[in-house]
């Protein structure tokens, strides 16, 4: 049986994902050939959304792409002992998270992402920070579809029409970016201006406020990806927003 699919989940890991065993034991950084033998594991890069995850707490988890018209999962990992699973989506090109890509592939990406959510009733709660490790036995593992999807072809199982708004979850997923990135922007434009900072001060008003924002989700993203959103924002404004600029 080809491994395409997990060969593809395994190359995007990041260099160093935080991993686990027992979330009760809480949840460690380790380089990736040490994380790759724990039970979970964190499954996108820092700045990409490269595996879209749905935490399916039902029984029969694993086969819900096919009794609720979504596209078959790349990969799902199931319990063993209670038939709930993971099943995953790989995307290519991934999703760039970090606002300097594109805000309208963002916000497509969060539609998408949802779109999938709802017709899965997969859990709306799921930090998508850690996943079951299909590299781990404890999990009954398998690929169904070996090639990773475009965006276009998993929306193809969506109606994404006006008619369905609102397309975006702020509080799920990639819909969190697009809440930080739009919120903290805004208070930023406004912001710079009482004082013209140098820029690590910037910086750290910066991240303080998108951390601000942030906390109020019912899970948060985590803050290495808090502060790569704060540092791009506070990089922009701080070349573009000067009180020369403002005076000219």
């Known amino acids: 049986m080809s491994n395409q699919a997990l060969d593809y989940f395994n190359q995007n890991l990041p260099r160093k994902p935080y991993c ?8 460690r950084i380790l380089p990736q050939a ?11 890069p820092p700045h990409s959304m ?27 990992a199931m319990s063993r002992d209670t038939a709930t699973a993971h099943g995953y989506y790989i995307v290519n090109p991934g999703v760039r998270t970090a606002p300097d890509g594109s805000m309208a592939a963002l916000k497509y990406g969060a539609a998408v992402q949802r779109g999938i959510r709802v017709k899965l009733g ?100 985590s803050e290495p990806e808090v502060k790569a959103i704060a540092k791009s924002i506070a990089k922009w404004t701080h070349k573009r927003f000067t009180e020369k600029t403002f005076a000219e």
């Open 50 to 76: 490269v595996v879209f995850a749905y935490d399916l707490d039902y029984q029969g988890g694993a086969i819900g792409w096919d009794e609720r018209g979504c596209p078959p999962f790349n990969i799902s």
């Open 20 to 27: 686990t065993d027992d979330f009760c034991c809480g949840v």
């Open 122 to 221: 997969a859990d709306p709660n799921y930090g998508n920070l850690l996943c079951k490790n299909p590299n781990h036995a404890d999990w009954q593992v398998t690929q169904w579809r070996h090639k990773p999807y475009t965006l276009d072809e998993l929306a193809d199982y969506l109606d994404l029409s006006a008619a369905n708004a609102p397309l975006i979850e702020s509080t799920y997923g990639l819909g969190r970016n697009c809440t930080i990135f739009e919120k903290t922007r805004k208070w930023a434009y406004r912001a710079i201006r009482r004082g013209w900072p140098a820029f690590a001060q910037w910086f750290a008003a910066c991240f303080e406020r998108a951390m601000g924002y942030n906390v109020q989700f019912p899970v948060p993203l």
């Open 34 to 44: 040490q994380a790759i033998l724990k039970r979970y594991i964190q499954h996108n």
